[in-house]
């Protein structure tokens, strides 16, 4: 008897669930039916593993030097040979993975709180608070992003901490317009003028209710971005002014390897190759996030 | 008359923020700790040398003067003078920037068209082996590092099968042709001098490249979508009722109304551009405006690194701001 | 009376994450030359999916698995691209149930109309010889003064003008047959019978031949001549209007005709209990059965073959077997 009423209610939660449990079934069908979303997945699950267990996948410390070794072409025993300070570049592009982590993670949490409560207090609060902080977010918008992030870098002195700063100091603007345009809606929504007339403050309505329907169209771009936060990264590492050395940044270990590019050729290409592979993964995983969620492309 | 006032509205817009922009670059540039005196002189210079420098610089005023002063510059379009050239930025900007635009126009074109052509094609044959290889082509675009490509390029074009020149926009023993436009294919057209226009172009082949390449993929991926959009309207499947060939339906029907998204992509493809050119430029040593404003940081060269940003910012306002007025004009059902 | 269009035992199905969705299971019907034909049922039943085979114009994820669609002489589906084309340029002409999303935005209606012309009899799109045509069709189908009509574009028409562009559109290439999707749901009511006489007037005019898709019984009882009713991806009954609505055979159709509000009786409308079957699982034997007051255990086993019962009077269903 109990038993009866119990899968009654299982019954009927599976029930009032079901458009919910039948949009996650199609969106297993969609990432399924695309193989290149699940290339991208696995490129990404790999590139997280390999970052957590750099130490027992690298042979060597990374910045320990070899003057002996120098300049030695890839082989058995360095499998992508070493730079000119006799490091094995295989080690390094796998600590590399390290860097590259705490870059994007970083990043996304600094660029994506300071976009979620710019945007929502503009779009919350609407009027002049979101006319001047929409004009900032216009402002920062002006430049390209690479120029406005080398700008911060240099000002700022360059290292792994200010190229972490400067980029999220670019990126928040993105945010923070997905983020207003979400408050805008859910702030006319009928439940928040229930809890308004209630007698809620504004402070309580946007933590508890504002705040949480912005963070899964945040999440999204998030995700959608982090290509462009490796690249970019990578971009200044390139430049002299991100990563200092001996960190083993993949953009500043390319740059180590022009002088040496015709006859060391694998000195710049590996470090390369794997910002590519790992960009790509996040693309190829980006366009899928987008084209599941893409009302457009879903039927 | 809507359209004029969306033109004059859109300008007042952009006015202010370019006056936003000053002030970013102002704070960046004078109130977060960098040494610039130190950097261009050393730790050790001479206390008196060092307040001298302050003095010529302007640095011993207050703040707020400088800033009235850097925007009164500003407005008679006078940068100040590079601490590392000795020329007013203003020079050099006139003299850097050609460069940059002509690469970036020449990429432009070639990412607008492939990407037009590999978004057309992957919309048109959804989930099929074409469409696979279009995806995969464009995103590994977006996904490698244009000065890791560029240094690849180089090294198989230049160095290893020595079919394309190297570094810069002339061999150097090429007569330049005489500075008109700025730009070397367009100067050497007028001047007639077919040896530098064709150098030139050679020249032009890796680096465009590199830098189209990079920007195709956004203009691929969003003329797939909008193409696979209005391939499932009711107008498309009228003109295939119609009789019309797969050609024309896709040519006349579909792509002319994929593309007024694509437009607006254009614009930021040119500010990607911009900034993939610092790094292009850097790789290919060309003399444009992003190798100038790299080398101004490596020194702290304030003024030309202040009035090159802001040069940028500027170019790029503009080309958003076309590209805003091109769809409002593109689309009939905004023109009312 | 002669066959112009012979539909047989087609089959369409479109494969979906739910899996396949079986929406046409063996149409067959036939359409004679200068009829005006009508095809009834509810949303869902397949009666667009009909008209968008017979023209080849299924897309994916949609497939023609089966069947013959013999018009003129000749199997539809088995001609090339191209002859299929050309079939479209200039025998079988359509119009579709949104007229203002049927019409490219970007275009103006004149070139659109041209278009048409030009593909048809492939003269160049901007010679004399079509714009003359483009005006006079124009003025055929009621617009005044066509050469600023041509000049508009899409957004600037009401939905009664922009179906009398598709209508233009449609008949000025003087196809053998045209057909006509809803093309007035989308419409207002007044507008809707300006529509259809216009239809019927021009069709009658120009001898050819009509098959308005609907789901309207009102539309067919007074513009149409003869019938075809589905029911889930099949055909239920054929016959000519009146024989239909006197003496209706197939018990859905009697449901059909019960759940039509007559103005001036009282008591509570009727209607069909039971809901449109999902065509990923549809009933097994006759489509219909789990709503049938008259099931009987072959129902729910065979699919009624269709079988003519009078002279022009076919049904579907076991109780006539």
């Not at chain 2, 050609?98 to 990407?115: F, H, N, R, Y």
């Not at chain 3, 019984?217 to 007074?222: C, D, K, Q, S």
């Not at chain 3, 008259?294 to 269709?306: G, N, R, T």
């Amino acid at each position: 008897m109990k038993q009866d009423t119990l899968s009654m209610k299982w019954k009927n939660f599976v029930e009032s669930r079901k458009p919910l449990i039948d949009d996650w079934k199609h969106t297993a069908y969609l990432w399924r039916k695309s193989k290149l979303t699940m290339i991208g997945t696995f490129v990404i699950v790999a590139f997280i593993i390999i970052a957590i267990f750099a130490p027992f996948i690298a042979p060597y410390d990374p910045i320990a030097q070899d003057l002996s070794k120098r300049l030695q072409p890839p082989s058995s025993e360095h499998l992508f040979g070493t730079d000119q300070f006799g490091r094995d570049i295989f080690s390094r592009v796998i600590y590399g993975s390290r860097i590259a982590i705490q870059i994007i993670v970083l990043v996304s949490i600094i660029s994506g709180g300071i976009g979620t409560l710019v945007g929502v207090f503009a779009g919350y609060f609407g009027g002049v608070v979101d006319e001047v902080l929409m004009r900032i977010t216009d402002m920062f918008l002006a430049f390209p992003s690479l120029v406005l992030a080398m700008a911060f870098a240099a000002a700022m002195g360059p290292s792994l901490t200010n190229t972490i700063i400067a980029i999220s100091l670019v990126y928040w603007t993105v945010y923070a317009r997905l983020a207003r345009a979400e408050a805008l809606r859910v702030k006319n929504m009928e439940y928040i003028e229930a809890e308004r007339a209630m007698g809620a403050s504004n402070f309580r309505i946007i933590f508890s209710h504002v705040l949480p329907m912005c963070i899964s169209p945040v999440l999204v771009q998030l995700t959608l971005r982090m290509g462009t936060i490796i690249l970019t990264a990578a971009g200044l590492g390139f430049l002299g002014l991100g990563a200092q050395p001996p960190t083993p940044e993949w953009g500043a270990m390319v740059s180590d390897g022009r002088n040496y590019l015709v006859d060391q050729w694998w000195i710049s290409t590996f470090p390369g190759i794997a910002i590519a592979i790992v960009v790509l993964g996040f693309n190829l995983l980006g366009d899928g996030i987008r084209d599941m969620l893409d009302p457009r492309l879903r039927r | 008359m809507g359209l004029l006032n969306f033109i004059i509205k859109r300008l007042l817009l952009m006015l202010l923020v370019l006056f936003g922009v000053l002030c970013i670059v102002f704070v960046i540039a004078n109130i977060i700790p960098a040494d610039p005196i130190g950097a261009l002189l050393g730790g050790n210079a001479p206390p008196e040398v060092v307040d001298q420098y302050r003095h010529k610089l302007g640095l011993d005023k207050p703040l707020a003067q400088r800033f009235v002063d850097y925007v009164a510059g500003v407005l008679r379009w006078d940068l100040g003078v590079s601490l590392r050239t000795n020329n007013p930025v203003t020079e050099d900007i006139k003299k850097f920037f050609p460069a940059t635009l002509e690469l970036a126009i020449v990429a432009t074109l070639i990412s607008v068209s492939l990407g037009i052509w590999l978004g057309t094609a992957s919309a048109v044959n959804r989930n099929k082996g074409i469409d696979h290889f279009a995806r995969i082509f464009s995103i590994l675009g977006v996904s490698m590092p244009v000065f890791w490509t560029g240094l690849l390029l180089l090294l198989v074009f230049y160095y290893k099968l020595e079919w394309l020149p190297g570094p810069g926009r002339l061999d150097i023993f090429i007569f330049p042709p005489k500075t008109v436009t700025g730009l070397i294919l367009i100067d050497s057209i007028i001047e007639g001098n077919w040896t530098a226009f064709w150098n030139g172009l050679q020249h032009l082949i890796m680096p465009a490249f590199v830098l189209g390449y990079g920007a195709t993929a956004s203009i691929a991926r969003i003329t797939r979508a909008s193409m696979l959009d209005c391939l499932k309207q009711d107008y498309v499947r009228t003109a295939k009722a119609k009789g019309l060939s797969k050609r024309l339906v896709i040519r006349r029907h579909a792509l002319r109304n994929a593309l007024i998204p694509t437009v607006t992509i254009i614009g930021l493809t040119f500010g990607s551009l911009l900034e993939g050119a610092v790094l292009t430029e850097t790789v290919f040593s060309w003399p444009g405006l992003g190798r100038y404003i790299t080398n101004g940081y490596l020194v702290l060269d304030y003024p030309a690194v202040m009035g090159g940003t802001l040069y940028i910012a500027l170019i790029y306002s503009i080309a958003n701001l076309i590209v805003d007025i091109l769809y409002a004009f593109l689309d009939p059902r905004m023109r009312v | 009376m002669e066959v112009l269009l012979s539909v047989k035992n087609l089959r369409t199905i479109f494969h979906t994450y739910r899996g396949v969705v079986k929406a046409l299971n063996g149409v067959s019907f036939d359409v004679y030359k200068k009829d005006f034909l009508g095809i009834v049922g509810e949303t869902g039943c397949g009666k667009s999916v009909t008209s968008l085979s017979i023209m080849r114009l299924i897309e994916e994820p949609g497939e023609i698995v089966e069947g013959s669609v013999v018009f003129d002489g000749r199997d539809l589906l088995k001609l090339s691209e191209e002859e299929m084309q050309k079939v479209r340029a200039k025998e079988i002409s359509m119009i579709f149930q949104e007229p203002k999303m049927a019409l490219n935005p970007v275009l103006k209606i004149g070139f659109q109309i041209a278009e048409a012309i030009s593909t048809a009899e492939d003269l160049s799109i901007k010679s004399k010889e079509v714009w003359e045509k483009v005006y006079e069709i124009l003025r055929a189908v009621g617009l005044p003064d066509p050469e600023s009509m041509a000049e508009k574009y899409p957004h600037e028409l009401s939905g009664g003008m922009a179906q009398r562009i598709m209508i233009a559109m449609g008949l000025v290439t003087k196809p053998k047959l045209l057909i006509a999707d809803e093309p007035t749901s989308a419409l207002d009511v007044t507008i809707q019978a300006q529509i259809l006489h216009l239809i019927k007037e021009l069709v009658s005019e120009m001898d050819t031949t009509a098959m308005i898709i609907t789901h309207n019984l009102g539309i067919v009882a007074e513009y149409c001549e003869r019938v075809v009713i589905m029911y889930a991806g099949n055909v239920a009954e054929i016959g000519d209007v009146k024989t239909i609505f006197k003496e209706p055979l197939h018990p859905y159709t009697k449901g059909l005709i019960k759940a039509v509000p007559v103005i001036g009786t009282k008591g509570k409308l009727q209607t069909i209990k039971g809901i449109v079957p999902d065509l990923v699982n549809p009933p097994s034997g006759c489509r219909f059965h789990p709503r049938c007051e008259h099931a009987m255990d072959i129902c729910s086993k065979e699919l009624p073959p269709i079988k003519e019962v009078k002279t022009g009077h076919f049904v579907a269903c076991h109780l006539y077997n």
